[in-house]
């Protein structure tokens, strides 16, 4: 697919200038002059030293029952969009209250909480994407936006972000290009990594990492071998991930994909030796869901298998590879060593102290609606508006066209189905990374409409959308002339969301 038809899938917007326009100096977008003082107001709980956490799991670990420590390295339930199982997260395990150990409930993804309970679209604010903070270039604004994500977290009861995404692109096509907060770039993607990571864990939600690694595109995802140099390694893919190390990341999410010919999942060599060893990695590692293959992958430093063992998957079916009769083949301190790794994580982050709720009696907590909470809702849609208007990259303005000055432009074309997804999925992403916005979001098209119905420009839309019709669609007439806009004067603008 050529990078001229991926663009059209989005939409295009097209000025036809009557006059020509001078030379105008552009106002720069307003930006977050509070971000500063915003991140001073929020909170950091304190959190224990890993020494210390990884004391108290060791003196826990000792006293659990077998069936406790099964309880802790795999899944209970999956909440999949319409679960049959109200109450549960997308990812979850038991509660052991005798040791003040909380369930855990994890949930979709880094760009905002991924409501799957029936009724509860619209009821978290959704942020822009990765790759759109990723063009902030603003560590303060990443670290302001993973605070106000954790805050709505921490409102739907959960304890765990799946995320963020940080694998540094590769494939231009890549499906899951507009979650990864690294963008192309290494040494940006750590430093942003860095900021997530600690906005997120500030308001103790624990942070993961994913999807180690070399996960760069969805072709063949599950079944590909990324063939890797050391170099290559250390000195671009593994950047984000060491810096998310670096900074406390509490879990990392091993990917679905072989590493030079081995499946991430169970491969010692960059679970134990690279992200452990060299890393220093203190938390720990959960599979991707159903990447886990064999028990053999908690001897190579896996340390919890998601989702579990579940009988109904959407389209996959019965999934899980640790049944009691697989986990109960494996020595004990094999199960311990994983167990205490994931309570080193919970104690750190003093998740012992705030237990919350426990599924499945958390569905209160997942039906609220935390962008009509008290502040908190404005103060978020503040943020994620100032944060799309600062990911903003114009890479070319031909004879000063923009800002548009509805003195000399009379009509504007916007192309591209995109602009009039009312189901927003082309701009707020599918999957995993899906937020659906509530009642109040736009497309882009109604958006650009009531704009230009103020300023008194015509919106043309034309219906094709094929690459093919475009040079003959754009004939927009005036008292005096017929001009057609040729193909290679076409300026493209990409959205994602």
Sequence with gaps: MTGKRMAFRRFAIFAVILAKAE???CEEPHHLHLVQRQLQLLRAPSTRPWEEARAMAKQVVSKLANEE?????RGSHFAWYGSPDPGYYVGNTPAIPRFKI??????????GFRATEVGTAGTTTSFPSMLALASTWDEDMVRLVASALGTEYKGKGANCILGPSINVHRAAAGGRNFEYLSGEDGHLGAKLT???????????IIATAKHFAFNE???NRMSMDARMSERSQWELYYLPFRAAAEAGVGAVMCAYNKVNGTYACQNSEILSADLRGKMGFSGFVMSDWTAM????????GLDQEQPGLIKKVPVVGEVGVLADSVIKTLDRSVVENAVVHVLTTIFRLRLDQDMGCTPPNCTQELMSDQTKATTRGERHEDIALRAATSSIVLLKNGNSLLPLDKRKIHRIAVVGNASADETHRTFVGKGSGFVQPDS????PLQAIEEKAAKAGIQVLKPEGASIEEAPNIFVISSRKFWSVVQWEDLCFQNFFG
Aim: aromatic share 4%; proline share 5%; glycine share 4%.
């Design 217 to 219: 595109q969805e072709t």
């Design 293 to 300: 293959h064999t028990k053999d992958a908690l001897r190579a």
């Design 102 to 111: 909380p369930a855990l409930k994890m949930q979709d993804a880094a760009q």
């Design 440 to 443: 109040s979001a736009k497309t």
């Design 23 to 25: 030379p105008e100096v």
């Design 194 to 204: 860095a900021a997530y990571v600690k906005g997120v864990q500030d308001q103790g």
């Design 69 to 73: 420590l099964y309880d802790l390295v």
